[in-house]
């Protein structure tokens, strides 16, 4: 490094170490040259050829002082907000944003070499660019040179193929990375390693390339310096893009010909409304309530713990019957406690004897599903039949029926 260009190098107090450390707070023009200049500046008050010498050498203890300095003010930056007494990010961040944070922040963080190489920057000044993260990624100079070595179009497709927000809300709904273990920046390293894995693979699959660049950055991020250098390379990170933590989508099939469900017929209408018996191999199937009434039909309902529903879906098998003035044959309702909030209706002359899917879609929080199916009887005689063998319901974060 070398000495103040000032001419002279800077006065050394009477104390070399007062004991305590001052925080000040400092507006940088916002761009990653004007950053990693600041800090450079900031980094050379750390070296002894920035203080004035003397016999006594203090020049290199008065550099031991502002390392401490330098090295508590560059972890509160990148792992919180730059402010003066923050929570570290470790108390204060859930793990989902903290994620979203740590590949927010590698994305940035390959976007500043790729310009920058664009620009016609050498890996050598891109190195000294981002020295001051050197320590908490050890990898950073070798993954610099490996995207120096590579060509700006496979620089832009791999960029372009690494989908990591897609791949994040992937792996945070299913099961090929499992987070629900995981509940603080140290913890989930197991679970980041698997996502940057899911990245690679993307990579590959999409762009046709395997960027080693990319594939790099696993060394540092799965440890937990590296975690923390990446939670936020900007003020902030990811959070300045508002990301929310994904709904994430599922779907339960109940086959009624292996169970009931946990359906019943419903009571909701009166005894005479009561309709529908599940047979074992078969489904839920239409039965003789009463013997004046036309209608034969299966009125069936699911109760559970509020969930947010967007649809679902029955499949049913019906013989309409020949008695033709029987008006409502087919209905989908959703419930919140005793409210109803949506339902449709499907008069007669719409269905058709057969086997047939019908879908009910509402987007909103309930507790009750209820589907009916109705067919009719001619005179004394049952023609008519009904039975629902298969619901599917489909909906995003809590499933009830887990």
């Not at 629900?180 to 699959?205: E, H, K, T």
């Not at 010909?257 to 209408?269: A, L, P, Q």
């Not at 309702?333 to 005793?338: C, S, T």
């Amino acid at each position: 490094m070398a000495r103040n260009t000032l001419g002279k190098a800077y006065k050394l107090p009477e104390t070399i170490d007062p004991g305590s450390l001052a925080c000040i707070r400092a507006y940088v023009p916002n761009d990653p040259l004007y950053i990693a200049a600041w800090w450079s500046s900031y980094q050379f008050l750390t070296s002894w050829l920035a203080w004035e010498p003397n016999d006594d050498k203090d020049g290199k203890e008065a550099a031991d002082v502002w390392k401490i300095a330098f090295n508590k003010a560059r972890d509160e930056w990148l792992l919180g907000d730059g402010a003066c007494g923050i929570a570290p990010v470790a108390d204060s961040e859930p793990v989902a944003d903290l994620i979203l944070d740590v590949l927010w922040g590698v994305s940035v963080l390959i976007g500043w070499i790729h310009q920058w190489l664009i620009l016609g920057k050498t890996a050598t000044q891109i190195k000294a660019y981002l020295s001051y993260l050197t320590p908490w990624l050890p990898g950073l100079p070798d993954m610099i040179d490996l995207m120096a070595a590579s060509s700006t179009q496979d620089r832009q497709d791999a960029i372009d193929a690494w989908d990591w927000e897609s791949v994040w809300g992937d792996v945070w709904c299913d099961d090929a990375c499992d987070a629900s273990n995981y509940d603080g920046p140290f913890d989930f390293i197991p679970w980041s390693q698997c996502v940057i894995a899911r990245l690679d693979r993307a990579v590959m699959n999409i762009a046709g390339i395997m960027a080693d660049w990319i594939q790099q950055l696993s060394a540092d991020v799965i440890n937990a310096m590296g975690i923390g250098a990446l939670a936020n390379l900007e003020p902030r990170g990811g959070q300045n893009f508002g990301f929310d933590e994904p709904s994430c989508p599922w779907s339960h099939e109940f086959d009624f010909t292996v169970s009931n469900g946990g359906f019943t017929d419903t009571d909701r209408y009166g005894a005479q409304w009561q309709c529908g018996v599940w047979s074992d191999g078969v489904g839920w199937v239409t039965e003789d309530m009463q013997p004046d009434m036309k209608r034969r039909q299966a009125i069936i309902r699911r109760q559970f713990d509020t969930a947010h529903l967007v649809k679902f879906e029955v499949h049913y098998t019906l013989s309409k019957g020949t008695w033709v003035n029987n008006s409502v044959a087919h209905s989908g309702r959703f419930y919140a406690g005793d409210v109803l909030w949506d339902e449709e209706f499907i008069y007669w002359d719409d269905l058709q004897n057969g086997s047939w899917w019908k879908v009910y879609e509402y987007d909103g929080d309930v507790t009750e599903i209820e589907a009916w199916v109705s067919s009719c009887k001619n005179n004394d005689d049952w023609d008519g039949s009904v039975v629902i063998d298969k619901i599917i319901v489909y909906g995003v974060d809590f499933n009830p029926f887990a």
